[in-house]
């Protein structure tokens, strides 16, 4: 039965960007929400430092916690070699991370394919993102960490989209590396945002799909998805788009886990809640837990058993 993680969207910039709440801050929030894991994003932490790392992991254990699911948000998509270079070096150094926490498996480091700058070619992209990925797979075996690629939508702080934001791009790449230590971390909310449907791209991927992020996102009244799309090479979020509490969006979550429930799913879901807070994401908690009962409690015969090896 997969178990629950929390990621605070609701205080990305109080944590990455104003400083004026801690990881630790978080963690003491999160370990009232009544999920087992909560998942981390690389600008919580004040340091990388081993001493304060072990201080965020003791914490975690203080409160019967663990950190399952990275955040991470690799960049390989950039023209230049050495820069692609220097981001496997990271996503490594990011897997490591991964492991220092010592969550139990399936213990997942969240990856993307990079901005969708102009004048790369879907061709020299895809080529550079599978490239960076695999020569990364060798380090995640040998610590235990599953690499889950996003369907994502943007980073919080780049200023393009994902360049594999699109299902005909995502697929060249996630379901061509052929490893076990390679898989989806789907969330339906970001097909919504590329104009295709959740349940389409879940069954496209189903078979590979290790991870997920549970959110629900809203278009403010009176803006389009046009509008979104008009505003994708502004530095983060548009301003139109909010992510809400789950349940209440344009995600179907029974359709959805009735799915991933007859794929034989069992990975970590992590809910990404919207800006209006605890008992928001509270409220978010227990329709996750319900719905997971409901999919999960009887007894199923699973229509694919682990991932396939690449067609």
């Given amino acids: 039965m997969p178990r629950l993680a929390a990621f605070p969207k609701c205080y990305m ?13 978080w ?40 950190m399952p699911m990275y955040c991470y948000s690799p960049d390989f998509t950039h023209p230049d070699p050495a820069v ?28 993307l394919s990079g901005q969708r700058r102009p004048g790369v070619s879907v061709q020299d992209g895809v080529s550079w993102v599978r490239g960076c990925i695999e020569a990364c797979l060798p380090h995640a075996e040998a610590r235990g960490v599953i690499l889950a690629m996003e369907n994502h939508y943007k980073d919080n702080y780049w200023q393009y989209p994902e360049f594999a934001q699109h299902l ?12 076990p ?25 189903r078979p590979r799909v290790v991870s997920m992020h549970a959110s629900d996102r809203y278009i403010l009244p009176g803006h389009t998805l046009q509008e979104l799309r008009q505003s994708e090479d ?30 034989g799913f069992d990975g970590w ?6 800006m209006d807070g605890m008992e ?15 999919h999960w409690a009887a007894p199923r015969t699973p229509q694919t058993q682990g991932r396939p090896a690449k067609q």
């Fill in 84 to 111: 692609r270079a220097a981001e496997v070096e990271r996503l490594q150094a990011a897997v490591d991370l991964v492991a220092f926490f010592d969550a139990p498996p399936p213990r997942t480091c969240r990856v």
């Fill in 168 to 179: 005909d791009v995502f697929r060249q790449i996630a379901l061509e590396i052929d490893s």
């Fill in 269 to 274: 879901i992590s809910l990404e809640d919207g």
């Fill in 234 to 263: 502004a530095v983060g979020y548009a301003a139109i788009l909010r992510h809400g509490e789950i349940g209440r969006g344009m995600n179907d979550y029974d359709a959805i886990f009735g799915a991933l429930a007859e794929a």
């Fill in 27 to 66: 963690i003491e929030l999160g370990a009232t929400l009544g999920v087992a894991g909560l998942e981390m994003y690389p600008g919580f932490f004040a340091s990388n430092d081993r001493e304060y790392l072990g201080l965020v992991r003791d914490r975690l254990r203080t409160h019967n916690l663990v």
């Fill in 13 to 25: 910039d109080a944590i990455c960007v104003e400083r004026r709440m801690t990881l630790l801050d």
């Fill in 181 to 205: 230590w390679f898989g989806v971390n789907y969330d339906p909310s970001n097909a919504i945002l590329a104009g295709e449907d959740p349940l389409e791209v879940l069954a496209a991927v």
């Fill in 280 to 294: 928001e994401m509270r409220r978010s908690v227990e329709f996750l837990k319900q719905g997971i009962a409901r």
